[in-house]
């Protein structure tokens, strides 16, 4: 029986769970803390979050403090696994985690206030299907926040990111700053943040609320 797309993106990203923490302190280096404090400006205690592609959840536990739920799903369940655990060792009590293909959310409609997809839209196949996804379940008046690695900025970039896709990386949309704005434009979001910031690649940090 053939495998689904669903069904070899959770194996690949089963098998790379128990680096992942590892692998995305490097990558994130000293950014982390940039994209967490303009992820906060979004948040309040009476906000319904909902993360999308949390990996082991580290920004859904870090931003809990500062939301009323925080809901985070990822297609892993080895991601979602770890996720649950470190938010019981740390006695969270606010959040949940699912497993959950970003395609097919299974939420009701206008659930939440804040969407956030970090680091996510360039490495699935058909992301406008993920947008599509969150503008169902995010409210007429929320906002997606939508930090994003821009492959195809320089040739620096467009270099790195080939490297990366030999090892298993791999990024199918290269887009830059500018391109990734009229994406989401296309698919019916209204830009109103985005911040550029320097590493290679690059990565955009954007707001949107949807039209």
């Not at 497993?99 to 939420?107: E, H, I, K, P, T």
Request: glycine fraction near 6%; include cysteine.
């Amino acid at each position: 029986m053939t495998k689904s797309r669903a069904d070899k993106e959770a194996a690949f990203w089963d098998r790379f769970a128990k680096y992942y923490d590892r692998f995305m302190s490097h990558i994130y280096q000293g950014q982390y803390k940039d994209i967490l404090k303009m992820i906060d400006d979004e948040l309040g205690k009476d906000k319904m979050v909902l993360e999308i592609g949390t990996g082991t959840g580290k920004i859904a536990i870090d931003i809990s403090p500062k939301a009323k739920k925080v809901i985070a799903c990822d297609l892993s369940p080895h991601m979602i696994k770890l996720a649950e655990e470190k938010a019981h060792a740390k006695q969270i009590n606010n959040i949940a985690f699912s497993v959950q293909d970003a395609y097919y959310l299974d939420f009701p409609d206008n659930s939440f206030d804040v969407v956030v997809a970090c680091n996510m839209l360039h490495v699935v196949q058909q992301p406008g299907k993920v947008l599509s996804s969150i503008k169902r379940v995010l409210k007429q008046d929320g906002v997606v926040v939508v930090p994003t690695y821009c492959h195809g900025q320089n040739f620096s970039s467009r270099t790195v990111s080939k490297t990366m896709g030999i090892v298993g990386f791999r990024a199918y949309s290269r887009w830059s700053a500018d391109s990734l704005q009229a994406f989401l434009e296309d698919q019916g979001y209204i830009v109103i943040k985005n911040f550029l910031l320097k590493s290679t690649p690059p990565l955009l940090y954007i707001v949107c609320k949807k039209i």
